[in-house]
């Protein structure tokens, strides 16, 4: 258990701030005062600051651009058609990419259009109705029905 | 061009508007001035040189093509690194669609690199003669992680912890605003410190360490920006 969790997340935000120099005049005189008094508060400042030793020893590992990266680039450069006729091609594309859109819209709409037009949304997918699945009969009418039969029983009986 | 060779150190707008006057050499000076750090920002994603070259050829490319639509209202550096961040997070996303492996060795994570449960009690002081091989095992293992957190988390770890950038230039380079920033960046540390202590507890800060009742510390880091 580390000693960061010891303290509140208004707290650990505001060291971690102290941390990264963001605080500002007052904040900091204030967050000072606060880490001389509060043995806690230093603890957890002392956890922040090991943990990130890991990223200060990463950060001096770099990559560096290998030798005639810029030749490359250039090369490159000099192949690309000019500025104007790039930004043609992204708007074309753009526009390409919008029809793509509008069609596949009028598509899904055509679609729920028919669905709708063959019965199959208006009380057919949606209750069940094109399905082979069982309905129940209401409950008013099979009491109807049951009382309608208690009758007839009663009436034999009274014969 | 003339201009350029006379004075090679031209600000950046003066550099941006000889390119978009058709400077080569511009363009070449713009590069020198900022290939390495876009390469050191790539290879925080990607470990493979050559494709980290790519990546930057393409990045470099980009602000080529894109240069004209440079609206100047932000730091040159802060554009250059959100094209290099969204480079960086396609090529992630590539990657992880074709399931290639993106980090080095993934042994780490299971906690072979802290040494496992022999860990306890680790001195963790600077002056330690194993201090080296344990500030090594401790950037392992916070490179591991951090490879392994969500893109979101990485990318504002990568921005504040590895490249140093202030809060307000993290808001420039991922377009949102500084209470994001900190939430997600407060967020991405406490993944990582959850990571740590669940993974490599021997790592963990204050296992086993008592309270060095050190004040506070003299300067916040980041001071030199």
């Known amino acids: ?159 | 061009m003339f201009a350029l060779k006379q004075n090679p150190e031209l600000s950046d707008p003066e550099l941006i508007a000889a390119i978009l006057g058709g400077s080569e050499a511009a363009f070449g000076a713009l590069m020198d001035r900022y290939k390495d750090r876009v390469f050191r920002l790539l290879g925080r994603y990607c470990r493979d040189p050559v494709e980290c070259e790519d990546l930057a050829q393409d990045v470099f490319l980009k602000v080529f093509r894109k240069l004209d639509t440079f609206q100047h209202e932000s730091q040159f550096f802060t554009w250059l690194y959100r094209i290099t961040v969204n480079a960086a997070t396609d090529y992630l996303s590539r990657a992880s669609r074709r399931r290639l492996r993106l980090v080095e060795d993934d042994s780490m994570l299971d906690g072979s690199a802290s040494g496992g449960s022999g860990g306890a009690g680790r001195d963790h002081d600077a002056q330690s003669p194993a201090a080296p091989l344990l500030r090594a095992e401790l950037a392992a293992v916070t490179r591991q992680i951090v490879d392994k957190l969500p893109e979101k988390y990485r990318t504002i770890l990568i921005l504040r912890e590895f490249e140093d950038l202030s809060y307000n230039e993290i808001a420039a380079v991922l377009q949102c605003n500084l209470g994001t920033v900190e939430s997600r960046l407060f967020r991405a540390r406490q993944r990582f410190k959850e990571a740590l202590e669940r993974h490599h507890p021997a790592l963990v800060p204050g296992h086993g360490v008592p309270d060095r009742g050190s004040p506070a510390p003299g300067a916040p880091r980041g001071g030199d920006r």
């Open chain 1, 1 to 159: 258990m580390s000693f960061a969790q010891k303290v509140s997340e208004n707290d650990e935000r505001l060291l971690y701030r102290f941390l990264d120099g963001e605080l500002v005049g007052d904040e900091t005189v204030a967050c000072r005062a606060r880490l001389e008094r509060e043995p806690l508060l230093r603890q957890a400042l002392q956890a922040m600051q090991d943990r990130a030793r890991g990223f200060v020893t990463v950060r001096s590992e770099a990559m560096v651009a290998p030798a005639g990266f810029n030749a490359k680039v250039l090369a490159a450069a000099r192949r690309l058609p000019e500025r104007a006729a790039l930004r043609e091609a992204e708007v074309g594309a753009s526009v390409v990419v919008m029809c793509r859109r509008l069609l596949l819209a009028a598509a899904i709409l055509f679609g729920i259009g028919f669905l709708w037009h063959s019965g199959l949304l208006d009380g057919g997918l949606l209750d069940g109705r094109a399905t082979d699945s069982l309905q129940a009969t209401p409950r008013e009418a099979v009491d109807r029905e049951m009382k309608r039969l208690d009758d007839v029983i009663l009436s034999w009986k009274a014969k």
